[in-house]
């Protein structure tokens, strides 16, 4: 299954809690929680272009699978890390911030990011 499509965030859990543990201003996390979220992904083999829209808020990520790349955390900060594949998971770890993005059923991506036992759930489907 291709993880490649538009999709469009359904619903959440633990939005704020999260991004306050992460360090998110309370004024973005107050104007961020309403805010439609569009996920674009494309795919060509083992590389991914991940471009995420939230409000006025792009964000964009490009990398190989396996292969080490720099990535845009939540927060603005630029850091290294490997994506790795497992089937229908992306994984990858993110300051000690654990993210797995998985592809649920052909219209239906899940991202789940865990801090310490803190867990944040993005439901998205595809448009």
């Given at each position: 299954m291709s993880f490649a499509g538009k999709y469009q965030l359904e619903s959440q859990e633990n939005f704020e809690p999260f991004m306050k543990a992460i360090g998110v201003p309370e004024e973005l996390i107050q104007k961020g929680k309403d805010l439609t979220s569009i996920s674009e992904i494309?795919?060509?083999?083992?590389?991914?272009?991940v471009t995420i829209t939230t409000g006025t808020k792009v964000l964009t990520n490009s990398f190989t699978i396996g292969k080490e790349a720099e990535?845009?955390?939540l927060t603005g900060e630029k850091i290294k890390a490997v994506v790795r594949r497992e089937g229908n998971k992306l994984k990858v770890s993110l300051k000690g911030v654990e993210s797995v993005t998985e592809l649920v059923d052909a219209n239906t991506i899940v991202n789940t990011m865990t801090l310490g036992g803190l867990v944040y759930k993005r439901t998205s489907k595809r448009m």
């Open positions: 494309e795919e060509n083999g083992d590389n991914f272009k990535m845009e955390t």
